[in-house]
């Protein structure tokens, strides 16, 4: 049979169609390099691959006899736009070590022309649960000031954080989920490198201080949550997609390789989910309510008295721009039974804009498995009489590793993962969506604990789902056809990637609903650009009541020092543009005096408001100004500006003293010719001019400041 390959490439771009600026070269033994408009990007880059546990390089004369560079050809998609394609096909030697014959195509689009698609091509099925598409040396041009890598997590369990590392260490490591973008603090100036089909491999990029490793099979405790079980093994024919951009500006090329996303059939899902048409939304941000933080702190319970206080209570403040839509969504620990949800349900349809909205965590299972046999059916709370059509034992529904033993989270030793691929779980998923959805009325579902799903195991079906990114994916497949367009579905703890079917919205962070607001920030400073698939990203709930970080444990009694004010605690979901969800007791008549205020100030409200998502949002989203004293790899840093190109500034001072801080008023849209620009404070109510573009902002100990700059 004659050698093969076959490769589907997709891009999407608004920038003027040119011939590509790319250009490849390879040496004999199959090193390549990357140039764009004549400047060195990727030099000396390899692939490997791992067959039968033995990496392979296929620069290797061991594994390879020959490397050629195939001609450039030029091609065109009515939907997609013109390309430049070029490759290396990598011949392996007779003996018993060759690799298999391997192509490297490589596709360079004149829209966006800054952007080159890679992926190797197999000609033959090959068993593996690794592959990288290349390791090689970056170069960002004339030598970085302040070199540095973004580091994205797997997900955001265990209080993740993301991180900008230098690179000027000769010791940096490190690896980032995903994507990473290799940038230049200074200038800006970067390379962003990530994954776009995230359908079956745990991927991401290793970094070091002058080289960088794309990997598909990323796997370790931390790095990925399987403390247990190696990556999945899977017949491939092909690596997944591998996107390189060069940007004059790093942000710039993280928005646009969240636009360049592949759904689970490598279709470009460059934009977030639509909304259900049948609730009517408004295509900005969405308010809220939620009574978890409640449960956590102890300040109440989610009782008829306190839900119907947050409905009420939100209801009076969409006057002041906290709206129009808005959601009172309970959480876990709820105790109210059919006729009593329907009540505050109700209650809660009856003004105009809200909806009411539940909690599960569909994949987890709380509690030790059982040594006697148990049989559960759909209901999972009921037991059944014994095996049957939709009777299982409890004991077969969950995750193993290769030894029988049963798979926890990471972070709770009691948390058991129920297996997507097992009958019951589909069975399960249906019945809960309808008793929510069906009975109750919800319409926003809160799903947590999705991540779980991704864990490396043993499943019921392996061919179905040999990987734990497979599982994951079939679980967002599931979910959506189980809602069936009839609610919203407001992610967890979750992946960033990929979005699914129907993922409306995203928890950036978990757990941080009190005064912990850098760890907030560091979330929406290292994953902003995720608002180029969800239509909201949540920043987890503002309350006013808990002076503390995370949860009021005795162990972290010492996070008061750095609990920040209530205005700040505002400010966090301003910039984060998306959920807005209040989590205080309202029914207190003390705590809601102390609440109301700070949620109901016009103008500060009219910024959040101006958020919009996905493409058509661009330049509506605030972005971080500089990681300059928060980078390395320390937990939780944050930088502390924020800005968007309509002159919107966020200033936030995490330090228990006064600090000022200079924003250079460039970054948040004005041209260096700008006259008489004048900075209004939306707290204070005072005024602040620049010396030219360059504004100091002083901002007292653990606040913040809004800043509206106009001219």
């Given at each position: 049979?004659?050698?093969?390959?076959?490769?589907?490439?997709?891009?999407?771009?608004?920038?003027?169609?040119?011939?590509?600026?790319?250009?490849?070269?390879?040496?004999?033994?199959?090193?390549?390099?990357?140039?764009?408009?004549?400047?060195?990007?990727?030099?000396?880059?390899?692939?490997?691959?791992?067959?039968?546990?033995?990496?392979?390089?296929?620069?290797?004369?061991?594994?390879?006899?020959?490397?050629?560079?195939?001609?450039?050809?030029?091609?065109?998609?009515?939907?997609?736009?013109?390309?430049?394609?070029?490759?290396?096909?990598?011949?392996?030697?007779?003996?018993?070590?060759?690799?298999?014959?391997?192509?490297?195509?490589?596709?360079?689009?004149?829209?966006?022309?800054?952007?080159?698609?890679?992926?190797?091509?197999?000609?033959?099925?090959?068993?593996?649960?690794?592959?990288?598409?290349?390791?090689?040396?970056?170069?960002?041009?004339?030598?970085?000031?302040?070199?540095?890598?973004?580091?994205?997590?797997?997900?955001?369990?265990?209080?993740?954080?993301?991180?900008?590392?230098?690179?000027?260490?000769?010791?940096?490591?490190?690896?980032?989920?995903?994507?990473?973008?290799?940038?230049?603090?200074?200038?800006?100036?970067?390379?962003?490198?990530?994954?776009?089909?995230?359908?079956?491999?745990?991927?991401?990029?290793?970094?070091?201080?002058?080289?960088?490793?794309?990997?598909?099979?990323?796997?370790?405790?931390?790095?990925?949550?399987?403390?247990?079980?190696?990556?999945?093994?899977?017949?491939?024919?092909?690596?997944?997609?591998?996107?390189?951009?060069?940007?004059?500006?790093?942000?710039?090329?993280?928005?646009?390789?969240?636009?360049?996303?592949?759904?689970?059939?490598?279709?470009?899902?460059?934009?977030?989910?639509?909304?259900?048409?049948?609730?009517?939304?408004?295509?900005?941000?969405?308010?809220?309510?939620?009574?978890?933080?409640?449960?956590?702190?102890?300040?109440?319970?989610?009782?008829?008295?306190?839900?119907?206080?947050?409905?009420?209570?939100?209801?009076?403040?969409?006057?002041?721009?906290?709206?129009?839509?808005?959601?009172?969504?309970?959480?876990?620990?709820?105790?109210?039974?059919?006729?009593?949800?329907?009540?505050?349900?109700?209650?809660?349809?009856?003004?105009?804009?809200?909806?009411?909205?539940?909690?599960?965590?569909?994949?987890?299972?709380?509690?030790?498995?059982?040594?006697?046999?148990?049989?559960?059916?759909?209901?999972?709370?009921?037991?059944?009489?014994?095996?049957?059509?939709?009777?299982?034992?409890?004991?077969?529904?969950?995750?193993?590793?290769?030894?029988?033993?049963?798979?926890?989270?990471?972070?709770?030793?009691?948390?058991?993962?129920?297996?997507?691929?097992?009958?019951?779980?589909?069975?399960?998923?249906?019945?809960?969506?309808?008793?929510?959805?069906g009975r109750d009325k919800y319409t926003l579902l809160k799903q947590d604990f999705l991540n779980l799903a991704a864990y490396?195991?043993?499943?019921?079906?392996?061919?179905?789902?040999?990987?734990?990114?497979?599982?994951?994916?079939?679980?967002?497949?599931?979910?959506?056809?189980?809602?069936?367009?009839?609610?919203?579905?407001?992610?967890?703890?979750?992946?960033?990637?990929?979005?699914?079917?129907?993922?409306?919205?995203?928890?950036?962070?978990?757990?941080?609903?009190?005064?912990?607001?850098?760890?907030?920030?560091?979330?929406?400073?290292?994953?902003?650009?995720?608002?180029?698939?969800?239509?909201?990203?949540?920043?987890?709930?503002?309350?006013?009541?808990?002076?503390?970080?995370?949860?009021?444990?005795?162990?972290?009694?010492?996070?008061?020092?750095?609990?920040?004010?209530?205005?700040?605690?505002?400010?966090?979901?301003?910039?984060?543009?998306?959920?807005?969800?209040?989590?205080?007791?309202?029914?207190?008549?003390?705590?809601?005096?102390?609440?109301?205020?700070?949620?109901?100030?016009?103008?500060?409200?009219?910024m959040w408001a101006r958020t919009r998502a996905g493409p058509t949002g661009a330049g509506t989203a605030f972005r971080p100004?500089?990681?300059?004293?928060?980078?390395?790899?320390?937990?939780?840093?944050?930088?502390?500006?924020?800005?968007?190109?309509?002159?919107?500034?966020?200033?936030?001072?995490?330090?228990?003293?006064?600090?000022?801080?200079?924003?250079?008023?460039?970054?948040?849209?004005?041209?260096?010719?700008?006259?008489?620009?004048?900075?209004?404070?939306?707290?204070?109510?005072?005024?602040?001019?620049?010396?030219?573009?360059?504004?100091?902002?002083?901002?007292?100990?653990?606040?913040?400041?809004?800043?509206?700059?106009?001219?």
């Amino acid at each position: 049979m004659p050698l093969r390959f076959v490769a589907l490439f997709w891009v999407l771009g608004v920038v003027a169609a040119t011939e590509s600026s790319w250009i490849l070269t390879a040496t004999d033994s199959g090193r390549f390099s990357l140039s764009f408009n004549g400047q060195g990007v990727l030099s000396l880059a390899c692939p490997s691959v791992k067959v039968q546990d033995t990496e392979i390089s296929l620069c290797a004369a061991a594994h390879y006899s020959s490397a050629v560079l195939t001609n450039k050809t030029r091609g065109s998609d009515p939907s997609l736009g013109s390309y430049t394609e070029q490759g290396i096909i990598y011949a392996p030697t007779s003996g018993a070590k060759a690799g298999p014959a391997v192509q490297l195509i490589l596709q360079s689009f004149d829209s966006p022309s800054r952007v080159v698609h890679l992926r190797l091509v197999f000609d033959t099925f090959v068993q593996t649960n690794w592959i990288s598409p290349f390791e090689g040396t970056w170069s960002l041009g004339e030598s970085p000031k302040e070199p540095r890598f973004l580091r994205v997590p797997q997900d955001n369990d265990v209080q993740s954080s993301y991180a900008s590392v230098s690179s000027k260490g000769l010791l940096t490591y490190s690896t980032s989920n995903f994507v990473t973008s290799i940038y230049d603090e200074a200038s800006r100036r970067g390379i962003v490198i990530g994954f776009l089909e995230h359908d079956t491999w745990k991927s991401g990029v290793h970094f070091r201080h002058d080289s960088v490793q794309a990997i598909a099979g990323l796997n370790g405790a931390l790095l990925t949550r399987d403390y247990s079980m190696p990556h999945g093994m899977v017949n491939a024919t092909c690596s997944p997609l591998l996107s390189i951009g060069f940007y004059e500006d790093w942000r710039d090329g993280m928005e646009e390789y969240a636009r360049m996303q592949r759904d689970g059939n490598g279709k470009p899902q460059g934009q977030p989910v639509p909304l259900p048409t049948a609730l009517n939304l408004s295509s900005g941000p969405i308010a809220g309510w939620n009574g978890w933080a409640m449960e956590v702190d102890g300040s109440g319970e989610q009782d008829l008295p306190t839900l119907l206080a947050a409905s009420d209570t939100l209801a009076q403040l969409r006057s002041t721009g906290l709206g129009p839509n808005a959601i009172v969504g309970r959480d876990a620990l709820y105790g109210l039974n059919v006729s009593e949800t329907a009540v505050w349900v109700d209650h809660v349809r009856s003004h105009p804009g809200q909806l009411a909205g539940t909690y599960d965590g569909i994949v987890a299972r709380y509690g030790l498995p059982t040594k006697a046999p148990q049989y559960v059916g759909c209901d999972f709370q009921l037991p059944c009489s014994g095996p049957g059509p939709e009777c299982w034992l409890a004991n077969d529904t969950l995750l193993k590793d290769d030894k029988g033993g049963f798979i926890h989270s990471l972070s709770q030793p009691n948390q058991f993962i129920r297996d997507v691929t097992h009958p019951s779980f589909e069975c399960y998923l249906k019945h809960s969506i309808e008793q929510a959805v069906g009975r109750d009325k919800y319409t926003l579902l809160k799903q947590d604990f999705l991540n779980l799903a991704a864990y490396e195991g043993i499943r019921y079906n392996m061919t179905l789902c040999p990987t734990g990114m497979a599982a994951y994916t079939r679980l967002l497949q599931l979910l959506a056809d189980a809602v069936q367009g009839r609610a919203l579905i407001d992610y967890g703890i979750s992946l960033p990637l990929p979005v699914g079917p129907a993922g409306h919205s995203r928890h950036i962070g978990c757990e941080q609903m009190f005064g912990g607001v850098e760890y907030g920030m560091n979330q929406f400073a290292g994953g902003w650009w995720q608002n180029q698939l969800y239509s909201w990203l949540d920043p987890d709930l503002v309350t006013f009541e808990g002076d503390f970080w995370f949860r009021p444990w005795d162990k972290l009694k010492f996070t008061k020092m750095l609990s920040m004010d209530g205005q700040s605690r505002v400010n966090k979901a301003v910039v984060f543009g998306g959920i807005f969800a209040n989590g205080d007791n309202l029914s207190n008549r003390t705590t809601a005096a102390v609440a109301i205020p700070l949620l109901s100030n016009a103008k500060v409200n009219a910024m959040w408001a101006r958020t919009r998502a996905g493409p058509t949002g661009a330049g509506t989203a605030f972005r971080p100004y500089s990681w300059q004293g928060a980078e390395g790899m320390v937990f939780l840093l944050s930088p502390s500006v924020f800005t968007r190109p309509n002159g919107d500034v966020a200033v936030f001072n995490y330090a228990p003293w006064s600090k000022t801080f200079t924003v250079n008023l460039m970054d948040a849209g004005f041209l260096s010719n700008a006259t008489g620009v004048v900075c209004s404070d939306l707290w204070r109510g005072s005024e602040l001019r620049p010396d030219g573009l360059s504004l100091k902002v002083e901002v007292l100990k653990l606040s913040s400041a809004l800043l509206e700059c106009r001219e």
